[in-house]
């Protein structure tokens, strides 16, 4: 995703993850964002910045991370561009499940 229009999103659902990584670019054109986790199950919100600002150009960087989530709960990320002609720009998501089978686990 490409965009510099201020008040534009993006979001995804993420299920059966334990952690998750977004990756992106990094330019002199970025500027903040705000990122807004969202449990499924109750509600509850947690929002952080990021800033993708940066002198020198980098296509893979990882920008918004977040890891110990309850893999058998849903939530819905929302990445919001906060300043007009800044942009925004994702390449990729990691998404990381940490489901152990119990037969697997070593006592």
Same mark, same amino acid.
């Given at each position: 995703?490409?965009?510099?229009?201020?008040?534009?999103?993006?979001?995804?659902?993420?299920?059966?993850?334990?952690?998750?990584?977004?990756?992106?670019?990094?330019?002199?054109?970025? #500027?903040?964002?705000?990122? *807004?986790? *969202? #449990?499924?199950?109750?509600? #509850?919100?947690e929002?952080?910045?990021?800033?993708?600002?940066?002198?020198?150009?980098?296509?893979?960087?990882?920008?918004?991370?977040?890891?110990?989530?309850?893999?058998?709960?849903?939530?819905?990320?929302?990445?919001?561009?906060l300043?007009?002609?800044?942009?925004?720009?994702?390449?990729?998501?990691?998404?990381?499940?940490?489901?152990?089978?119990?037969?697997?686990?070593?006592?």
């Amino acid at each position: 995703m490409l965009t510099d229009a201020a008040n534009a999103t993006v979001s995804f659902t993420l299920r059966n993850t334990s952690a998750f990584f977004l990756w992106g670019a990094v330019n002199h054109d970025h #500027s903040t964002k705000k990122a *807004t986790l *969202t #449990s499924q199950k109750d509600g #509850s919100s947690e929002i952080v910045t990021i800033n993708d600002y940066s002198a020198i150009l980098d296509f893979i960087q990882i920008l918004y991370w977040k890891s110990n989530l309850n893999r058998n709960e849903t939530y819905t990320v929302q990445i919001t561009n906060l300043e007009n002609s800044k942009f925004i720009s994702f390449s990729s998501l990691d998404i990381i499940d940490g489901y152990v089978l119990s037969n697997l686990v070593r006592e």
